[in-house]
């Protein structure tokens, strides 16, 4: 905020409730605001006893402090109609600014350079949300809104005009209009055209999985089928050129640090290619534990011969089949027949054998379903088909928990071998040369891959292992988890009194949270965080009063 000759007002320098006067005027800027309603908006159910001249109080000190030799005459802060008014003819408002660019968009052709240097322009007043001291008030939140929406359109625009000569720019862009907004799938379909543009498949589609997980876990929705579309040219982009011989499975190479290193799980890899491995192999472990990390580990020791599909994605009944057949390099006739499919009725034979003859050759084939509890009962007969009639062919399910899929169709193909996918031991993370990683990640996989990433970023992601792995427990679990991260180790009989539950409980629950990997016992009969992010995150989460509150507590009853 400057006044009309570019000066900067120094607003930082008044008091908080001045502040956040000024702040809804800024708001609201050139609508008159009824000092009722003013004051509503900064003080809501608590106003003063006297709130009008409070306010006028705070307007007098804002014009004082800011525009000390001012006079009514340019004062920017405008009394009228019994109210006041931010008048941005008298100073200059990046939020009124941005309004306008955002409303000349109106007058200007779809595409052209004119409308592109506006989303520049308002892409630079968009740097920051307004009203960072406020942000879920409800005068704030429409204004953070606005200008949120404003910056995304504004990135994905920049970024379709700079995809033809310049497709890292665009992909930048789209990242970060994702960043803003990580519902909108527009963004990630900006990102993954970006990504195959630059010829990294790869990439394209671990943007499609981020996609598909955030709809899915925080919306309960699919992608759409342009997503999938994406997804389909992502993978048929990263097809390699048939060669004359397959090699043998071979481990991934070192890490550069582009990507990830992938750690561990020999042993459960080991069982693939044995030459007793049954048809089929179930990889459970909770959500965090790698599973899709060890499925893509198996595409990568076994080139050409491994089909990903994955079941909670699929926007039409096959989608898991098609991606598949898509990795495996089926022709286009086994392509129709899948996407020829009712999707209210399984493959018949023609379909399935046409399909299987793609399993037919001398060496092993692997197909493996990511979150497989979720197929459906057709899905399941054709998997049982396959794996019936295609020797070669080596099934991989992958799902959370055995008792996740009792009741679910899936239960019918089952198996002799389950490889459950548990924390990585000190073993598995001595060749990161880091013993914070260990410490930190408890041993779970999503929480190794960011230990060492900025604190707040790697307690986020923290938290969301932790909501997620709680989910199907009794409610005392995350009261255990809450105790231990403020408390530090506990044992039964403590943590009963603190949570208002019987031991047997308590106990109950404590084995939920070792059998997930979040808690570990103690020789002392105690319980305590595995790892210190998880502990870190929800302890962030706790009051230093309810602290205070629960050390007396456990004091007392000791």
Known sequence: MTDCG?????????????????????????????????????WGAELPGNHVATLEHYVSMIRRRLQPD??????????????????????ELDLAELRGHIRSLDALP??????????????????????????????????????????????????????????????????????????????????????VAMDRPDQALRIFDRC????????????????????????AHRLPKPAAAVPAPAAPAPATGAEPVFLGRQHQMEVLFEPTAPPVVHVVGPVGAGKSAFVAELARRAPNRVGIGHAGSAVFRLAWLRAVLVDLGAGPEILAAVDGAKSDQPLGPAELELIGSLFYGPERVFLAVDDAADLDSASVAELAWLSNNCPRLRIVLTYRYPSQVIDRPLAALNTTVVLRLGPLSAEDLASLDDDRVA????????????????????????????????????????????????????????????????VQEVLTSIDDLVHAHLLSDEPDGTVRHRGTLIRDAIRAQVSEASCTHLRERLTAAS
């Open 70 to 91: 001012g006079s009514v005459s340019n004062w920017f802060i405008v009394t009228r109609g019994g109210g006041y008014l931010f008048d941005t003819g008298r100073a």
């Open 6 to 42: 570019g000066t900067i007002l120094p607003a930082g320098d008044l008091p908080r409730r001045a502040r956040q006067v000024l702040a809804v005027l800024a708001a609201r800027h050139d609508r008159i605001q009824t000092k009722d309603a003013l004051a509503d908006a900064v």
């Open 212 to 235: 598909r997980r955030v709809l899915e876990e925080e919306l309960g929705l699919p992608p759409s089928a342009e997503l999938i579309r994406l997804q389909s040219a992502a993978l």
């Open 110 to 195: 779809p595409d052209g350079p004119d409308r592109l240097a506006v989303h520049s322009s308002i892409l630079t007043l968009a740097g920051q949300l307004p009203f960072p001291e406020d942000p879920y008030a409800e005068w704030a939140e429409q204004a953070r809104t606005e200008v949120q929406l404003a910056a995304v359109d504004a990135l994905l625009a920049l970024a379709g005009a700079a995809l033809p000569d310049d497709p890292a720019r665009s992909l930048r862009l789209a990242q970060e209009a994702i960043g803003l907004s990580p519902f909108l799938e527009s963004g990630y379909q900006a990102a993954m055209t970006a990504a």
């Open 439 to 502: 410490e930190r990640s408890g041993g779970i996989p999503a929480l190794v891959a960011v230990a060492t990433r900025p604190h707040e970023i790697a307690c986020a992601v923290a938290m969301q292992i932790a909501r997620q792995r709680t989910r199907w427990m009794s409610e005392p679990a995350w009261d255990v988890l809450r105790l231990c991260a403020v408390l530090g180790p506990l044992s039964a009989a403590e943590l009963a009194p603190l949570t208002g539950r019987s």
